[in-house]
């Protein structure tokens, strides 16, 4: 694992170092919008939707909405200028872990010792789940102060986000407020079933059929050879290029080869003829000695 996050858990003057790791990661089925007859994958581009024109990602700053329609531009440094927490999951209080709705959680993060602080970090473990208490924390995660809690799991302490306040919503459905007539024994008898069929729990026994039947449904269009290749009309292209290239670098080879040919020829034609005019020219001058 690649540790996200490095900085302490603060206990007022007093500091344990730890790296968050992230506990979770999402495993979804890279599935992709394509183009039909070809398999080429759909793109979705960054338009301006008052000029229609794509944006370039340098021209890009961060917009608030306002009433009315209007827009405050807030650029990327005026956004860093903005004070942040420092580097350290302050503490803020206890609660009873049976206090706090797991609703409330956001993202989980595995936390980790630097090897100086290992000895208070495990004394703290070990103190909340004693205690039977997880500390409620406030953290700077990506640029953003958020409400956590810390929690022990198999001996590590782990950091759960929380969601502010005014980001978990009331339920509010007609049912809760009808008066719902529910026998005894009915209930009795409910209570009962979910008893019998309690047991601990083992996640593995819950497969997920869904992409067991997605990575079927793919292997058989594997298996069958109902396939594309989006670079397949590209490649064909590249194909008939490189031919197309070679054949007329072999053209201009053969021009250069019967260009020297007949260069050298005409060398050969010239010298002869230059060693047939030497020749009667030495034969006219023993003519005349003699």
Not at 115 to 120: N, S
């Amino acid at each position: 694992m690649r540790a996200v996050w490095t900085g302490t858990i603060g206990f007022g003057s007093y500091a344990i170092p730890v790296k968050a790791y992230s506990a979770t990661e999402e495993r979804e089925i890279p599935l992709h919008q394509v183009h039909e007859s070809d398999g080429g994958r759909v793109r979705v581009k960054r338009v301006c939707e008052v000029d229609g024109a794509e944006v370039p990602p340098e021209e890009m700053v961060h917009g608030y909405p306002v009433p009315g329609g209007d827009v405050v531009l807030l650029s990327a440094h005026e956004l860093a200028s903005l004070p942040m927490p420092g580097r350290t999951i302050a503490i803020r209080g206890f609660a009873p872990v049976s206090d706090v709705d797991p609703l409330w959680f956001a993202k989980s993060y595995y936390l980790e010792p630097e090897p100086a602080g290992t000895k208070p970090y495990v004394l703290f473990s070990e103190a909340l789940q004693q205690s039977g208490r997880l500390a409620l924390v406030t953290v700077a995660l990506r640029r953003r102060e958020t409400l956590g809690a810390l929690r022990v799991r198999d001996q590590v302490i782990v950091l759960e986000t929380m969601r502010w306040p005014d980001e978990v919503r009331t339920p509010d459905f007609p049912f809760r407020h009808a008066d719902v007539d529910i026998r005894p024994g009915e209930l009795r008898r409910a209570v009962n079933l979910v008893e019998e069929l309690t047991g601990e729990f083992a996640p593995g026994r819950y497969p997920d059929r869904y992409r067991e039947a997605f990575q079927a449904l793919v292997q058989a269009k594997i298996d069958g050879a109902e396939v594309v290749q989006p670079t397949a009309a590209e490649q064909a292209e590249g194909v008939t290029r490189l031919l197309a290239a070679l054949q007329e670098s072999a053209a201009e080879a053969e021009d250069a080869r019967n260009a020297a040919v007949t260069k050298a020829k005409a060398a050969a034609s010239r010298a002869a003829k230059a060693r047939t005019t030497a020749k009667r020219a030495a034969a006219r001058s023993r003519s005349k000695t003699s």
